[in-house]
């Protein structure tokens, strides 16, 4: 029965990681895979992750069942999170939350609930998207289609070009939206352009769909998620995935969210019934580690505290190294546009032969497409780092 199959192309940010692991060489550098990184270069766990895990083994007593959706605890302190605590929705029951195996089994419970909506549905993603959204949205039969959306030359978003494509769509797309930190570009809608978008997307009558995976991470966890909470605010429905692998520093405990909001709070049982369906087809039910330390941490304000504090400092460090590494490309080119950018990705801009000479000759990863890891850069590397892409670049 295996016999046909040819294996699959490598995952381009799951294989650059394996190749960084497998280089002997002591002065590598990691600018591939998204995940935070100290001045040390680790990836450490935060200290109120620390605490709640503590405190989670000290008090538990079973390992029964949750249940499809997860915790309940856990989904409504996401809800205020994604939100914000005095958003008029959380009242209003037109929402729900149910827990997820990371940011992906939340896109992917989606995209299985869009075409159990509507076989024929289309989604509208970004060029480029982060390369997991194509497998995780077609896997489930859905049709892709694109919107152009970063302007290469000044390396911001080509707002117009984006609505001009989204005049296409018709009623019921899905239209796929990173909330903020836009990966792999950097390059972010301001909130005048949330404004305008979503003028569109209630003229046109389409469902937006937010991808918030770096929540806290651009400007703050509150500035991070105004564009979304703005948007929800207008439109009847919408649909928002959230990871905590990166603002929870969570990512192999496969911690997400995924939230529905319809039109009235009959419609959002009916959804919300339909949705817990699919998810008893897929996994059951997610694990429940991650959920409940983010559940402790958001439900202390001891914890809670701790944990922006924390996050805080890892947002202020991301911005500082944009402006440090624009900063030692000068010499280089104009790369000012990292500064501007936020959370953890930046184009470079070079060619992949220049990423593989990176790579091979000095052993600096970064995809091919020269999206970097801004938060995998510290002041001891971004020196060689500098000079080594001044070199290739000449
Ligand atoms: C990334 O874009 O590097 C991260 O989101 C990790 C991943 O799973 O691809």
């Not at 650059?16 to 100290?38: H, I, N, S, W």
């Not at 076989?119 to 194509?134: G, K, L």
């Not at 978003?157 to 296409?168: H, Q, S, W």
């Not at 780092?385 to 070199?391: C, L, M, Q, R, Y």
Request: aromatic share 6%.
């Amino acid at each position: 029965m295996f016999e046909s199959l040819k294996p699959l192309p490598h995952d381009p940010i799951l294989h650059l990681m394996q190749a960084y692991r497998d280089d002997p060489r002591p002065e590598k550098v990691d600018l591939g895979v998204g995940v935070y990184k100290d001045d040390a270069g680790n990836t450490p766990i935060m200290a109120a992750v620390h605490e709640a895990e503590r405190r989670l083994l000290a008090a538990e007593t079973t390992k029964s069942y949750v249940g499809p959706a997860g915790s309940a605890a856990f989904n409504e302190a996401m809800a205020r999170l994604i939100l914000g605590e005095r958003n008029p929705l959380l009242a209003e029951g037109r929402t729900s939350v149910i827990q997820t195996p990371g940011g992906c089994g939340a896109l992917r419970m989606a995209a299985e609930f869009f075409r159990l909506c509507r076989a024929d549905t289309r989604v509208w993603v970004s060029t480029p998207t982060w390369a997991n959204h194509i497998p995780l949205l077609s896997g489930a039969g859905l049709q892709l289609q694109e919107y152009p959306y970063l302007d290469r030359d000044t390396m911001t978003v080509d707002f117009d070009a984006m609505l001009g494509a989204l005049e296409g769509a018709r009623q019921g797309d899905v239209v796929l939206l990173h909330g903020c930190c836009h990966n792999p570009s950097g390059a972010d809608l301001t909130f005048a352009q949330w404004q305008a978008l979503t003028g569109l997307i209630q003229r046109k009558g389409l469902l937006p769909f937010v991808d918030i995976a770096y929540q806290g991470l651009g400007d703050g966890l509150e500035e991070d998620a105004a564009g979304l909470r703005y948007l929800a605010g207008q439109v009847p429905e919408m649909v928002i995935a959230a990871s905590c692998s990166k603002n929870f520093g969570l990512y192999r405990e496969r911690t997400g969210a995924l939230m529905l909001i319809s039109a009235s709070g009959t419609i959002n049982t009916a959804a919300t019934s339909q949705l817990l369906g699919v998810v008893r087809g897929h996994y059951s039910m997610p694990p429940a580690h991650g959920g409940a330390i983010v559940e402790t941490i958001l439900t202390d304000d001891a914890l809670r505290a701790s944990w922006q504090s924390e996050l805080s400092g890892m947002c202020a460090r991301i911005l500082g190294l944009r402006h440090a590494f624009a900063d030692a490309l000068a010499p280089v080119g104009d790369f000012g546009f990292i500064a501007r950018q936020r959370g953890m990705f930046s184009f470079l801009g070079i060619t992949p032969e220049q990423v593989r000479r990176l790579r091979e000759e000095h052993g600096i990863y970064m995809l091919d497409s020269s999206r970097v890891n801004v938060a995998g850069l510290n002041e001891r590397v971004l020196p060689q780092v500098a000079n080594a892409i001044g070199g290739v670049m000449k």
